[in-house]
């Protein structure tokens, strides 16, 4: 097999597997521990939502699954192999990662920034690129009139959608989104959230999301894992989540939080 081609994984085996992750910050004074014998296991198909206070770890952790940080212990798999392996010019083509204020190059075109990866590659012919490019523009929900606009003249949900095109770009069987509601108005929010449901679906995508918003989490996690105590304290349906004996859980899920939550556990029962 050549070195980028994607491994096949076997149909059974975890998209991602994580085992007795430690993540750790040597500070000049302190050490800090972020996760500690950390484990999550996340199958093909699900979309998996990572919930957790403010410094909890949750973005530490969707670095770890880039292979962005390296375990101090512990591993991270991904299609059964070290994530390690994945790194350099074929990691777009497993994991696709959206990140919170959808990072496109200011200097760019739309089309340009889609492009980026395929481009990085240096193995396509221009037309082909761009060809590609176009087709993964129009599948977010872009109009071909928009591939020539700067990042400047977009709104936060045609930003939103022209990095989602960009993590796309090479097919990856694997998407992060890093809070991928925030910061957009409630219709705008609700075409993303449709947007990502259907490319869930078409795509056969396995999805590991971090999000804070409510209605995000019901509508489209298939399970909800939460971090706190330096770990994964539950990984499971939301029904199964909401009900877990946890200080974090019971203040995030219960109170006025909670009535909306079990309105859209009602709402979604897909999610249940
Ligand atoms: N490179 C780094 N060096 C030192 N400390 C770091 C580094 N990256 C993250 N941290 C620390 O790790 C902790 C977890 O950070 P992280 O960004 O993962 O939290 P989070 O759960 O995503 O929080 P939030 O919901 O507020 O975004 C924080 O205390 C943060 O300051």
Do not use: C
């Amino acid at each position: 097999m050549e070195p980028d081609a994607p491994p096949r994984p076997h149909a059974s085996e975890p998209m991602v597997e994580i085992r007795k992750l430690w993540s750790v910050f040597e500070m000049p004074d302190r050490r800090l521990v972020i996760h500690k014998d950390l484990d999550l296991s996340v199958q093909r198909g699900e979309v998996l939502s990572i919930v957790g206070g403010s410094g909890s770890g949750k973005t530490v952790l969707l670095r770890q699954i880039l292979g962005l940080e390296r375990p101090h212990k512990g591993e991270v798999r991904i299609m059964g192999h070290p994530v390690g392996e994945f790194s350099g010019r074929g990691a777009s083509s497993r994991i696709g990662m959206l990140f919170q204020h959808g990072a496109l190059f200011s200097a760019f075109t739309v089309l340009e920034n889609i492009a980026f990866p395929l481009r990085e590659l240096k193995t396509l012919p221009h037309k082909l690129i761009v060809e590609a490019a176009m087709v993964k523009l129009q599948m977010v929900g872009l109009k071909p009139v928009d591939a020539d606009k700067m990042p400047s003249e977009l709104s936060g949900g045609m930003i939103k959608r022209a990095a989602l095109a960009r993590a796309l770009i090479m097919d990856p069987p694997l998407l992060l989104l890093d809070e991928p509601t925030a910061g957009l108005d409630p219709e705008s929010s609700d075409g993303f959230v449709n947007l990502l449901r259907s490319l869930h679906r078409d795509l056969a995508l396995t999805v590991i999301m971090v999000t804070h918003d409510l209605d995000t989490l019901f509508e489209l996690s298939t399970r909800i894992a939460v971090l706190a105590d330096q770990r994964v304290i539950v990984n499971d349906r939301p029904r199964e989540v909401i009900a877990f004996r946890h200080p974090f859980v019971e203040d995030f899920f219960l109170g006025e939080r909670g009535q909306r939550a079990m309105e859209l556990l009602r709402e979604y029962p897909f999610a249940i």
